[in-house]
């Protein structure tokens, strides 16, 4: 008798054991398929879309020689054009954005942004033998628009065509003001914050030494194609300058300086300028001329 009542016991024992390891098993399956899945996508193409940031935003890699160079577009409700923004010397494309009152006040004047990872760059048009080895490794200006800003139109991921503007902060600045002077017809307006123009006014910054020569040994360089101010009568695209009286890194002289060419050189050109009291090279002065370079920019929808 007591062995016909154990023999029910474990009957039902063995029944939930097998249940048991049957779920274990099917739940270990399924998470080695997913993994599988994850595994199989490595590694990205040069061009492919990576991951959504937040909403509306993506992350698309492109590559400058071997250098990965992620490029971020903000996308905006009904844009009515692209803005291009510029970093600086080192700068995280879109510090910008943590930093300034930028992204969220475009993104609501219905401007899509775009943020580039130029690194080291000094936006050069192209790099030479005087160049340092290590200053080679970032892009150029050519590059940015011919493999970037072109192939995203082109692709249809930035929008309206042909109708952007550009802005940059400190060496990004200085990008803003050249890239409007190389391609008028790329851009309706550019915005320049604490750039520099002209080389020559600083025979001894190291980021124009080590990108060109010695200046005394390379004038024609130092003068020549990268010269924003000496180039300043072939300027055609409307600009925004703005610096802080009380920069430290890098000097006033090079934005009035500039202002004052483009205005010798080249009168009929829209112009507008602002040179703060009080104000340095940093975030709180760039975030005080947001809503003016949102403004500027409106000029030209």
């Not at 493999?147 to 309206?160: E, F, G, H, M």
């Amino acid at each position: 008798m007591v062995i016909k009542k154990n023999i029910p016991k474990k009957i039902i024992i063995l029944i939930l054991l097998v249940f048991f390891v049957s779920f274990l098993f099917s739940k270990y399956f399924d998470a080695s398929q997913k993994k599988q899945v994850v595994a199989s996508i490595n590694p990205p193409s040069k061009d492919s879309i990576i991951k959504p940031l937040k909403l509306n935003d993506t992350v698309i890699i492109k590559y400058y020689k071997k250098l990965k160079v992620p490029v971020t577009i903000k996308y905006a409700k009904n844009a009515i054009g692209t803005i291009l923004v510029l970093p600086g010397w080192n700068f995280p494309d879109t510090q910008w954005c943590e930093k300034t009152l930028l992204c969220e006040k475009a993104l609501i004047m219905n401007y899509n942004l775009l943020f580039v990872e130029m690194q080291r760059s000094v936006y050069l048009r192209e790099y030479y033998p005087q160049t340092k080895k290590e200053y080679k490794n970032f892009p150029t200006r050519t590059w940015l628009i011919d493999s970037v800003l072109k192939v995203l139109q082109d692709k249809s991921l930035i929008y309206p065509k042909n109708f952007n503007f550009v802005v940059g902060l400190s060496t990004g600045g200085r990008g803003a003001a050249i890239l409007g002077l190389d391609y008028p017809s790329y851009f309706k307006a550019a915005a320049s914050l604490s750039g520099d123009f002209d080389p020559t006014l600083q025979k001894n910054d190291n980021l124009m030494v080590f990108s060109l020569g010695p200046y005394d040994k390379n004038r024609k360089l130092w003068e020549g194609s990268d010269n924003i101010s000496r180039r300043a009568k072939e300027m055609k695209t409307p600009i925004y300058i703005g610096h802080g009286q009380n920069d430290k890194t890098c000097p006033i002289i090079q934005s009035i300086s500039f202002v004052n060419e483009l205005k010798k050189q080249n009168p009929n050109l829209i112009v507008k300028s602002n040179f703060p009291k009080n104000m340095g090279h940093d975030y709180k002065y760039w975030d005080s001329e947001v809503d003016s370079i949102i403004a500027f920019f409106n000029q030209f929808k």
